[in-house]
T-cell receptor, first 115, second 113 residues
Framework: DGGITQSPKYLFRKEGQNVTLSCEQN?????MYWYRQDPGQGLRLIYY???????QKGDIAEGYSVSREKKESFPLTVTSAQKNPTAFYLC??????????????FGPGTRLTVL | GNSVTQMEGPVTLSEEAFLTINCTYT??????LFWYVQYPGEGLQLLLK?????DKGSNKGFEATYRKETTSFHLEKGSVQVSDSAVYFC????????????FGKGTKLSVIP
């Protein structure tokens, strides 16, 4: 089955440590995204990548970094510079150019808790 | 800039009640509009969409009509079920070739038997 996988589902880290969240898709989509979700908030875009070896900052990129070395993978690193990293992180992908919109497909999410 | 405003929740309904979740938007040009649903502990799933004015999106008994004159995309269902309990997000995509979805804050729906 095609889809997006994120691992792990739950992640605990000590304050001051960097942590990398995994996102893999087998939908053959060019574009991938990382969102952050906080209680009572909508999703906020952290980074997105339209194509391999290219990515752009979203609305809340500070304290995060990404790489896009392969089409199917878009890992997110939460660095120690991120002031409040505890949140639910969602990865998505899309195939642009399909008509007038590009539907985004979401993974199941990773809940990160910094102790 | 683009923005999406949803009615605040939580919303609690009895099974078989009528559901409306209001969504209004601010955007330049002609955005595409979406409703996503998030079940507890899961990612988001696309529920329905509309890409131009007067389009009606529908899926699983849910409907929403793209109203350009009122900049609205309200979600409705005639008879909710316990299994519809989830968080619903309204979102817009600014236009063809755009990559960034703008989400509302979400509305939590609880349906009780």
């Amino acid at each position: 089955d095609g889809g997006i996988t994120q691992s792990p589902k739950y992640l605990f880290r000590k304050e001051g440590q960097n942590v990398t969240l995994s996102c893999e898709q087998n939908l053959n989509h060019d574009a991938m995204y990382w969102y952050r979700q906080d209680p009572g908030q909508g999703l906020r875009l952290i980074y997105y990548s339209q194509i391999v070896n290219d990515f752009q900052k979203g609305d809340i990129a500070e304290g995060y970094s990404v790489s896009r070395e392969k089409k199917e993978s878009f890992p997110l690193t939460v660095t120690s510079a991120q002031k409040n990293p505890t949140a639910f992180y969602l990865c998505a992908s899309s195939e642009p150019g399909q008509g007038s919109y590009n539907e985004q497909f979401f993974g199941p999410g990773t809940r990160l808790t910094v102790l | 800039g683009n923005s999406v405003t949803q009615m605040e929740g939580p919303v609690t309904l009895s099974e078989e009640a009528f559901l409306t979740i209001n969504c209004t938007y601010t955007a330049t040009g002609y955005p595409s509009l979406f409703w996503y649903v998030q079940y507890p502990g899961e990612g988001l799933q696309l529920l329905l969409k509309a890409t131009k004015a007067d389009d009606k999106g529908s899926n699983k008994g849910f409907e929403a009509t793209y109203r350009k004159e009122t900049t609205s995309f309200h979600l409705e269902k005639g008879s909710v079920q316990v299994s519809d309990s989830a968080v619903y997000f309204c979102a817009l995509l600014r236009g063809a070739g755009s990559y960034q979805l703008t989400f509302g804050k979400g509305t939590k729906l609880s349906v009780i038997p």
